[in-house]
């Protein structure tokens, strides 16, 4: 019988009661009314308030809720909340074992054996095993997967026991494991991209329904193995498109916001945001074309890229969004060793460099030299992506820098595909580029002599980076990667100017620090807290 019926007899019986009985019986009856009522209030706000132990995140372009196939990157990051990896990196890039335990690396860096964590379950209950991991291997490596890129070098896997996995590669990878950040699922996990896929992972917090055609329940699972999430209840809304999404936050309706789906160079959320920055792995170069005379010398090199204001650049054309180094590590990292805190253009080591290499002044004002009978003059063209209305302003800042010190400079910018041919034949002589290092820090696609852009070629630097994949000891990777950066900043194939910021935005809910890293934004979600 439907409420309304109820209420309707309630009355008719007070009415009908108060003709017989007295003023108790009537009370009684009324307290029985507003009871019901209390019960149908509390029925009906059940799917529309949220609890207020609670957070809200926002979903652009919704697909499907497998985290290894969906296209969307909010929806990657909504499933930061339910997925893990086996590993991930930690603020200072280090690899932190989520669902693995521990591993060991061979002596010769081929073999990785990783023991895996024996206390972790699915949400739906079923133990987490090596068959899981396997599982997840397997798809990701079929290629229907973002993430395939990442195992392109491994040889072979393997589940040797139901807690231990074994992975073989082709070659020495210098912390490989820092590459096993992507979501693990469960065992025959479907891989289709369906919009009714129902998450099921070993997070801290597990799907509980779907509240609304726009609005979807997780909670705290109970036996989450690094123990239950603080915060009980996670409320996620499907957003129509970013205008949308950036006024939720700014209106404390979503909580979180992250720097890969705003462009904070365009956009400044309004109200008590905080901003928790890092350092990514993307890194703006200028590299050289060693196939050039007047560019084969490391000195001139060396001169050119003094010539640089990388300070400049980095508060006046990306407005603060990165970090300026000299050396090809993540400045957050533990491997990171550079002492410079100042990164002008120095007009006296670039003349001192130049001259090493047998350049100087003509009546001209340009520089000039002899080889083998030839004058040559040095001038160059610097080649970027008209796409990036950034770069272009970064290479005409440094060309202008170039003209000022008397060596003629042009930008040519060019579509994306027209510039990467260009590269591709060796046919430039200084370009403008960016590139994501893998988590592991490895440089291989610049610098191995097997092939890079530059033509750059040092047997040192191939043998180092082999060494690096043969061992797993800070220490030693510590010593590895100093001798690395020392022989490519003499070499100077490449010229770094900065490492670019990410952004995780926070709304005033959420009290706790947020440490957000290469491989997680989302990190350590089962310490949050919020101001309720």
Known sequence: MSRVKKFTILIITICFAASLTGCDMIDRIKKRISEDTEQTETDNNDDTKPVSNSISVGIMDFDTFNPLITASQTVKECAQFVYEPLFEVDEKLIPVPVLAESYTVSADGRVIDITLKNNVQWHNGAAFTATDAAYTIKQVRSGITPYTDLLADMADYKATGDYTLQIALKY????????LTFPIVQYQTDMRVNGAYIPVGTGPF????QLSSGRVSFTAFENYHNGRAQIDNLYVYTVPDIKKYESMFEANEIDLMTGETVDLSEYTPRGSARNNDYLTN?????????RKSTLSGNETRKGLAELIDKDDIVNSVIYSRGRASDIPINP???YYYDTNTRFKADYDLASSCLGNDGWGLNGDGRYERAVHGTKEILSVEILTSSDSEEKVSIANRIAAGYNEFGIPAEVNALPYDSYMEKINAGDYDIMLGEIEIGANLDLT????SAGNYFAYRNPNVDMLIGQMGMTNDTEQLNS????????LIEDMPFSVLFFRKGDVLSGAKLKSELIPSISRPFRNIENWSVTQ
């Open 480 to 487: 590895l990667f100093r001798q690395y950066g020392e022989i």
């Open 206 to 209: 597990r799907y509980e329904k």
């Open 282 to 290: 993307k890194m703006t170069f200028v590299g050289y074309n060693l």
């Open 332 to 334: 957050s990292s533990i």
């Open 445 to 448: 696609p610049l610098v191995t």
């Open 172 to 179: 020495a990878i210098p912390n490989f494991v820092s590459l």
